[in-house]
C-alpha cells in the first residue's frame, strides 16, 4: 500500500502475514545523492504484545540510500545503514500536546553569507553553520569547501563574483567526504571548476555523486542544465600526499593528514605567505557564549602533529566550523594535554 505525504511523498508500505506494519519506503531529497531511498523495515517473523492490544516490533533495520553493491566502495568504515534489536520496549506515557517554541514557527532558512577579510585576497565566507573560504589568485578563485547545499553554494559564488569580479572559480578544494560538507560539489563542478579532493573519493565521487540519477524531488544545476557527458572535461585534481596551487604570487599548499579516526582521505589547505591553515572538523572554535574547549581532542593531536611534521609556520587557524583563533591559543590546548 502507499499514501503521499506532505502532498509530495509517497510512502509505501509493505505488510506481513500478520496484518502487520514490516517495511516503510520512500524517496527523500538528498544534496548530494539526488532522490535517495530512505527505508526502514522491522525484522521480526512476530512482534511482541506490549500491553493495551499494542504489539511492536523488536528488530528493526534502517537504510539511507540503497544497499545494492553497486555504490563505490566504502575506504572510510562509513555506512548507510544500521540497525538492531531491542531488548526492552515500553509504551509511551505521553504527557499531552507540545508547544512548538515561537522561534522555532518564525525560523527563517534563507541564505546569507557574512565575509571577513582574513588577508589581502582571502575571505571567510560565513553566515551558517559550515564556512567557505576564497583565495585571489592572479588570473582565478580557488575555494575550499562547498558545504550544505546548492542555494548556500549558489550565494557563495554570488559573494566571490563581487568580491573578485571578472575572475572565474577555476579550482573547488574539497576537505573531505562527508555529506555536510560536500553537498555543493555538483554546483562548482557545473560552472566549470576542477574539484581538488584526496583521491580516495574519487570513486564515490564519480559513481555517486557527479552522475545523471534522478533529481525530482529538488533538482539543480545538473539535473535541470546537464551537460553532454559528465565524464568529460576536466573534473577532478586527486592529491595523495601534497599539492600546490601557485601562481608566483600566491601560493597554496593542500596536504593529507592522518592518522585520522574522523574520516579517511582528509585534506587541509596552507597559504605560507599568510600563515593562515584552513581546515574541517579538526577542530571547532567554539559558538560566541561558549567556553573554550578543555582538553584537545584526538582530532586536534592529529592536526598538531601534522603541521609540526611538515614545518608549517602558521598565524591563524581557520575552521570550516567556527571563527578563526590564533594558531597559539590551538597549539596551548594541545599541549595541555600531553
Known amino acids: 500500500m502507499s499514501i503521499t505525504v506532505l502532498g509530495r511523498y509517497r510512502v509505501d508500505a509493505t505488510i506481513n502475514s500478520e496484518n502487520m506494519l514490516q517495511r516503510i519506503h520512500t524517496w527523500v531529497p538528498d544534496p548530494v545523492l539526488g532522490d535517495m531511498n530512505y527505508e526502514h523495515e522491522f525484522t521480526n517473523a512476530?512482534?511482541?504484545?506490549?500491553?493495551?492490544?499494542i504489539r511492536f516490533p523488536t528488530g528493526w533495520h534502517?537504510?539511507?540510500?540503497?544497499?545494492?553493491?553497486?555504490?563505490?566502495?566504502?575506504?572510510?568504515?562509513?555506512?548507510?545503514?544500521?540497525?538492531?534489536?531491542?531488548?526492552?520496549?515500553?509504551?509511551?506515557?505521553?504527557?499531552?500536546?507540545?508547544?512548538v517554541p515561537a522561534s522555532v514557527r518564525r525560523a527563517s532558512f534563507e541564505v546569507e553569507v557574512t565575509t571577513r577579510e582574513l588577508s589581502d585576497g582571502v575571505w571567510l565566507l560565513g553566515g551558517s553553520s559550515h564556512n567557505s573560504v576564497a583565495v585571489e589568485f592572479d588570473n582565478y578563485v580557488a575555494v575550499v569547501e562547498a558545504p550544505l547545499n546548492e542555494r548556500r553554494n549558489l550565494a557563495v559564488i554570488d559573494e566571490v563574483a563581487r568580491l573578485a569580479p571578472n575572475k572565474p572559480i577555476r579550482f573547488l578544494v574539497n576537505t573531505h567526504q562527508h555529506h555536510d560538507h560536500i553537498g555543493g560539489l555538483r554546483t562548482y563542478m557545473h560552472i566549470g571548476a576542477t574539484i581538488i579532493t584526496h583521491w580516495k573519493n574519487y570513486d564515490f565521487y564519480t559513481k555517486d555523486v557527479l552522475n545523471y540519477a534522478p533529481r525530482t524531488l529538488d533538482p539543480d544545476m545538473v539535473a535541470l542544465w546537464p551537460p553532454t557527458e559528465l565524464a568529460e572535461g576536466y573534473?577532478?585534481?586527486?592529491?595523495?600526499?601534497?599539492?600546490?596551487?601557485?601562481?608566483?604570487?600566491?601560493a597554496m599548499h593542500i596536504s593529507?593528514?592522518?592518522?585520522?579516526?574522523?574520516?579517511?582521505?582528509?585534506?587541509?589547505?596552507?597559504?605560507?605567505?599568510?600563515?593562515?591553515?584552513?581546515?574541517?572538523?579538526?577542530?571547532?572554535?567554539?559558538?560566541?557564549?561558549?567556553?573554550?574547549?578543555?582538553?584537545?581532542?584526538a582530532a586536534n593531536r592529529s592536526l598538531f602533529n601534522h603541521v609540526e611534521r611538515l614545518g608549517l609556520e602558521i598565524e591563524t587557524l581557520v575552521p570550516i566550523h567556527?571563527?578563526?583563533?590564533?594558531?597559539?591559543?590551538?597549539?596551548?590546548?594541545?599541549?595541555?594535554?600531553?
Request: glycine share 12%.
Open 46 to 53: 512476530s512482534y511482541i504484545d506490549i500491553g493495551n492490544g
Open 62 to 99: 534502517q537504510h539511507e540510500g540503497w544497499d545494492d553493491n553497486y555504490q563505490a566502495q566504502s575506504v572510510n568504515a562509513g555506512h548507510n545503514a544500521f540497525g538492531g534489536t531491542l531488548a526492552d520496549i515500553r509504551a509511551n506515557d505521553c504527557a499531552g500536546d507540545i508547544t
Open 235 to 250: 573534473q577532478y585534481e586527486t592529491v595523495r600526499e601534497n599539492y600546490w596551487l601557485n601562481d608566483g604570487e600566491r
Open 256 to 297: 593529507y593528514v592522518h592518522p585520522l579516526t574522523h574520516v579517511e582521505g582528509m585534506l587541509v589547505a596552507y597559504l605560507p605567505a599568510e600563515g593562515i591553515l584552513i581546515e574541517a572538523d579538526l577542530f571547532d572554535s567554539p559558538a560566541p557564549g561558549d567556553p573554550p574547549a578543555s582538553r584537545a581532542t
Open 322 to 338: 567556527g571563527s578563526p583563533v590564533g594558531w597559539s591559543e590551538f597549539a596551548r590546548l594541545v599541549r595541555a594535554g600531553r
